[in-house]
T-cell receptor
Framework: AQTVTQSQPEMSVQEAETVTLSCTYDTSESDYYLFWYKQPPSRQMILVIRQEAYKQQNATENRFSVNFQKAAKSFSLKISDSQLGDAAMYFCAYRVNNDMRFGAGTRLTVKP | DGGITQSPKYLFRKEGQNVTLSCEQN?????MYWYRQDPGQGLRLIYY???????QKGDIAEGYSVSREKKESFPLTVTSAQKNPTAFYLC???????????????FGDGTRLSIL
């Protein structure tokens, strides 16, 4: 079964600084999709960024970018210019066909 | 507005009782999912359905049942066989991967289930 591993249960960053959240996954598939979701205290799941495995170019969405290393099965999220509103749980997710699996999450704290 | 509606927001179950969590979507999505989230943990897949009248077990299906009689609806029943049902339950939907693979899941606001 495919698995998603987030090795950092908690991370902390100073406001305006940059932080990187790690994610690795295990799969034998070649065609899949990767996502990062944010879950604030409201418990809503909010899509942050997505990456197609067949694309070599790393996805970027404003202050959020990924470092996708397909051979290493690594998909890290970089948050630049961190803001207080970025504080949340962040989940890495992996999708093959219609089966989607999530990591255990990283709790990000932003210090003013 | 299109979206996913989960109800109720809070639910209490007595010992030996079955309870049903509702999930309705008006996004015309083919696939629907149920996840369980325990405190400080990620989302674990209970069941998912790719089309009407078909569904597959996820990693923790024991003690749960689902139905998919309509495209818009995917209710989850927590049976008395589920001995530790206290958790936060999230429903999600997405376009079928065969049509558009990179589409993310859209989530409801969740239901918190507790044991009385």
């Amino acid at each position: 079964a495919q698995t998603v591993t987030q090795s950092q249960p908690e991370m902390s960053v100073q406001e305006a600084e940059t932080v990187t959240l790690s994610c690795t996954y295990d799969t034998s598939e070649s065609d899949y999709y990767l996502f990062w979701y944010k879950q604030p205290p409201s418990r809503q799941m909010i899509l942050v960024i997505r990456q197609e495995a067949y694309k070599q170019q790393n996805a970027t969405e404003n202050r959020f970018s990924v470092n996708f290393q397909k051979a290493a099965k690594s998909f890290s999220l970089k948050i630049s210019d961190s803001q207080l509103g970025d504080a949340a749980m962040y989940f890495c997710a992996y999708r093959v066909n219609n089966d989607m699996r999530f990591g255990a999450g990283t709790r990000l704290t932003v210090k003013p | 507005d299109g979206g996913i509606t989960q109800s109720p927001k809070y639910l209490f179950r007595k010992e030996g009782q079955n309870v049903t969590l509702s999930c309705e979507q008006n996004l015309n999505h083919d696939a629907m999912y149920w996840y369980r989230q325990d405190p400080g943990q990620g989302l674990r897949l209970i069941y998912y359905s790719q089309i009407v009248n078909d569904f597959q077990k996820g990693d923790i299906a024991e003690g749960y049942s689902v139905s998919r009689e309509k495209k818009e609806s995917f209710p989850l029943t927590v049976t008395s066989a589920q001995k530790n049902p206290t958790a936060f339950y999230l429903c999600a939907s997405s376009i079928n991967r065969d049509r558009v693979g990179n589409q993310p899941q859209h989530f409801g606001d969740g239901t918190r289930l507790s044991i009385l």
